[in-house]
C-alpha cells in the first residue's frame, strides 16, 4: 500500500467522526510529505479547527506514515 493510500484510509477512518459533527473532510493530495485536504460543511468555519486538524487528524497520519511534515487545510 503506497503512502497516500495509507493517508486516505486514516482519513477515510476519521470522516464519520467528522460527519457526525455535520461537517466533512475530503483528501485532495500528498506532495512532497505534505498531505492538503479540504474541510467541509460545519468544519469549513469551525473554531476548532486548527485544533482538529493538529491533535486529530495530523496525529492520526503521522503515528502511520511519520514522513508527513504538515497537514493544510486549502478552503
Same mark, same amino acid.
Given at each position: 500500500?503506497?503512502?497516500?493510500?495509507?493517508? +486516505?484510509?486514516?482519513?477515510?477512518?476519521?470522516?464519520?467522526? +467528522?460527519?457526525?459533527?455535520?461537517?466533512?473532510?475530503?483528501?485532495?493530495?500528498?506532495?512532497?510529505? +505534505?498531505?492538503? +485536504?479540504?474541510?467541509?460543511?460545519?468544519?469549513?468555519?469551525?473554531?476548532?479547527?486548527?485544533?482538529?486538524?493538529?491533535?486529530?487528524?495530523?496525529?492520526?497520519?503521522?503515528?502511520?506514515?511519520?514522513?508527513?511534515?504538515?497537514?493544510?487545510?486549502?478552503?
Amino acid at each position: 500500500m503506497s503512502k497516500e493510500e495509507v493517508i +486516505i484510509d486514516i482519513i477515510d477512518n476519521i470522516r464519520p467522526y +467528522i460527519l457526525n459533527d455535520g461537517g466533512n473532510i475530503e483528501f485532495v493530495k500528498y506532495e512532497n510529505n +505534505i498531505v492538503y +485536504i479540504k474541510m467541509m460543511g460545519a468544519c469549513a468555519n469551525c473554531n476548532m479547527l486548527d485544533l482538529t486538524l493538529k491533535e486529530g487528524i495530523e496525529a492520526a497520519i503521522k503515528s502511520e506514515v511519520p514522513e508527513v511534515k504538515a497537514i493544510v487545510h486549502i478552503g
